[in-house]
């Protein structure tokens, strides 16, 4: 179409058609977000780059990170903005690819010009963008729950201050586990790195709270039947500890069911793989009464704070945790809170370090270094948290819910001091 | 677990792999030995079948048994008008050539994903067995429903047989397979025995998945694994043979279902992979296949 508006090498453009051009012109002039770049900086909008899983594996999340953030960033706007100005998310669908997500964040960084890059959730995205948000030297903030921030393995760039990490979780809960699930675990987890976090450090957790891991079955992620490794459980399991990512959550569900029917082991498990799944789907009958961890709970609780309920109605989600909208879409509340908390962090750090521009990045790192500790309230409603700026990584309270008649009710709160371990790295000592 | 047990138990699941691994490999060796074009969109069309079970038994919300059985009518039926719609669009007009064909239905696969994502969303969704009969053995359970999908899966597969080889269907199949220029001459309608055979491929990717469904959900990701499960069943049976997709199905279902538990689940992949291998350095036309004439 361009190509005829502008052809006016033969001499055949008429007035209609220039005219026609020019008013495409002012159109394009005229529309949101051409006018902002005329103004002055100060009022132009805070630029973030949202690396979201809007397909692959981790889509169900992806939308509800996607929901969270938009919902979080409406709030920080109507309050104001971070240092007046609004913000921006820029949106870049990254397929759940740790390779399209290094991608992901070159783009963001070099051709929308975004300030920061935010809200990964998958353990080898994060993994594979890092390197790349470091070269770059752009502020990372990742809503992960993987342990490899904490790890010091990434670098001084990337940072994960709105939800706990997997180390943290699964050291909280082991006590709980060795006191009423019982005193022999057998473990199932993904063959992978966000499996192997939860293999490394629940083991030794148990030993301390007096219990033990009889066996460790590691699953492949692709894996679509589960039937095949049951024989591997050893039969004086107490309770089997599962964690699993994945669609065929259900199968393992159903399989384990029809494998021992109402004579087997306790269950213990983490949420993550029936977030966005209805839990009183059909075949998942065979997890009624059994525990699971809860970053934040699905279900409304009665003991609910202000805070609490206020953020469930601002990202429209009902007592069930499903969209107010259609109770069949159901959302991954016991992670999405982090992105809600991640952006009020990002706005603290960014007004602490008196962020202007990409020039700031450096000032923005050693802002949110700085911070210690975020108070329970509107902007952190899954609770108060306790930050570690030598790893980048918060620490939290962690929920243990029973599921019964069909509502996953918290039965247990761990205290933040539970989750805490000795400090393996110290970002702050390298170059900026 | 003592190895009696052990070893039938999985036998037992790698007959379900096997079952519907066969109708899948099936369509897709089908498809090739008769019109020659290797369907890269097949798996999508097992995800097909699979989605559209949910979404039929979901619709109606009557008895599970009741969804299932509408859902094993209506899924293949919708699934083969697409494949019958991309191949009248896509397929005839590339004049059904080897290479630009590969492409066209890799560009098909993407499509039917991102419009089942779309439409039907990333979530993995549940359909309720028709029934839930739960098999008690001496030393362990077993889903009732797993073993009527085996019997259900040796009726279809000796149904497409007979269908093959005692109808004139088949014989018109059979002949534009064995010499596509010569059954022309003859006058049979090539390019209606392909539509034909690609829908018919395409039927018999969805209802393995309707059978499947109940037991691993739908989810739009879900066509990946069968398409190449089925690229390594037809490779190692030969391709467009009915007796060489079976055994290898047979063989591949039976050796992850035990190789992997016994063993590892990587080590069952890498010994598939390395059957297909073999097959191809030693026996390129597959154990059962003709050479290529």
């Known amino acids: ?432 | 677990m003592a190895f009696g047990p052990h070893l039938l138990l999985a036998t037992l699941e790698g007959l379900v792999t096997a079952a519907v691994l066969a109708l899948t490999a099936l369509g897709l060796s089908l498809v090739f030995g008769v019109m020659r074009i290797v369907n890269v969109a097949h798996g999508e069309f097992f995800m097909l079948g699979a989605v559209l079970a949910w979404a039929v038994a979901t619709a109606l919300g009557t008895h599970p048994a009741l969804g299932f059985v509408a859902a094993l009518i209506v899924a293949p039926l919708v699934v083969g008008s697409v494949a019958l719609l991309s191949e009248r669009l896509v397929l005839r007009r590339l004049n059904y050539d080897p290479e630009a064909t590969i492409v066209a239905t890799i560009g098909l696969l993407y499509i039917i994903q991102q419009l089942a994502l779309s439409f039907y969303g990333p979530e993995a969704r549940p359909v309720t067995p028709p029934f839930s009969y739960r098999v008690l053995l001496p030393w362990f359970g077993y889903s009732g429903y797993k073993l009527s999908v085996i019997a259900a899966s040796a009726l279809l597969l000796i149904a497409t047989w007979l269908v093959l080889t005692r109808t004139k269907i088949g014989l018109v199949m059979r002949a534009t397979q064995y010499d596509r220029e010569m059954a022309q001459a003859f006058a049979i309608p090539v390019e209606r025995v392909y539509a034909g055979v690609f829908a018919l491929g395409a039927m018999l990717a969805a209802t393995a998945a309707v059978l499947i469904v109940p037991i691993s959900q739908a989810h739009y990701l879900m066509g990946q694994d069968p398409l190449l499960l089925s690229f390594i069943v037809v490779i190692i049976g030969g391709l467009g043979s009915l007796r060489g997709t079976v055994v290898a199905a047979l063989l591949i279902g039976l050796s992850d279902g035990i190789i992997s538990m016994f063993f590892s689940p990587t080590l069952a992949k890498l010994i598939a992979t390395l059957a297909v291998a073999m097959v191809l350095v030693f026996r390129p036309q597959g154990l059962f296949g003709t050479t290529a004439r």
Request: glycine share 10%.
């Open chain 1, 1 to 432: 179409m361009t190509g005829r508006f502008f052809d006016l090498t033969n001499g055949k453009a008429s007035r209609r058609t220039i005219l026609k051009g020019l008013a495409a012109g002012a159109g394009l002039a005229a529309a949101p977000g051409f006018v902002r770049y005329a103004q002055a900086q100060s009022s132009a909008p805070m630029r973030i780059g949202f690396q979201a899983h809007r397909t692959g594996i981790g889509a169900a999340y992806g939308r509800w990170y996607e929901r969270t953030t938009a919902a979080a960033v409406k709030a920080i706007n109507a309050a104001g903005g971070i240092n007046g100005r609004p913000i921006e998310v820029v949106i870049e669908d990254d397929g759940t690819d740790a390779a399209r997500g290094a991608e992901v964040v070159a783009k963001l960084a070099t051709q929308h010009k975004v300030d920061i890059v935010y809200g990964t959730l998958f353990s080898n995205v994060v993994v594979g963008s890092a390197p790349t948000a470091g070269e770059l030297k752009i502020p990372y903030y990742v809503v992960s729950e993987g342990y490899h921030v904490a790890s010091g393995k990434l670098n001084r760039y990337v940072f994960q201050p709105g939800i706990t990490d997997v180390r943290a979780q699964v050291t909280s809960v082991a006590p709980w586990i060795a006191a009423n699930a019982g005193k022999k675990i057998t473990m199932i987890f993904p063959d992978y790195a966000f499996g192997y976090d939860h293999r490394d450090y629940l083991p030794p957790a148990l030993q301390k709270a007096g219990a033990e891991v009889v066996a460790k079955i590691a699953i492949p992620p692709t894996e679509s039947s589960f039937t095949k490794y049951f024989p591997q459980i050893p039969s004086d399991t107490d309770a089997i500890y599962h964690v699993m990512v994945g669609p065929a959550v259900l199968t393992f569900v159903k399989e384990l069911g029809d494998f021992y029917g109402s004579s087997g082991p306790k269950l213990f498990g983490f949420i993550d793989s029936l977030e966005a799944v209805d839990i009183n789907s059909p075949g998942l009958e065979y997890l009624d009464g059994s525990h699971f961890w809860e970053g934040s709970p699905r279900y409304a609780q009665a003991d609910d704070t202000e805070a609490q309920k206020a953020y469930r109605a601002a990202v429209d989600i009902d007592d069930n945790g499903a969209a107010v909208a259609d109770a069949k879409d159901v959302s991954t509340a016991a992670h999405m809170f982090g992105c809600w908390e991640t952006l009020y962090v990002i706005k603290k750090a960014m007004e602490d370090a008196g962020y202007k521009g990409p020039e700031d990045r450096a000032k923005l790192v050693e802002a949110t270094e700085a911070l210690t500790e975020f108070a329970e309230g509107p902007e952190h409603p899954q609770g108060k948290k306790v930050f570690n700026g030598k790893i980048h990584q918060c620490f939290g309270t962690q929920n243990i819910s029973k599921l019964e008649g069909g509502k996953l009710k918290v039965v247990h709160k761990t205290a933040i001091e539970d989750g805490m371990y000795e400090p393996e790295a110290d970002y702050t000592k390298q170059s900026l």
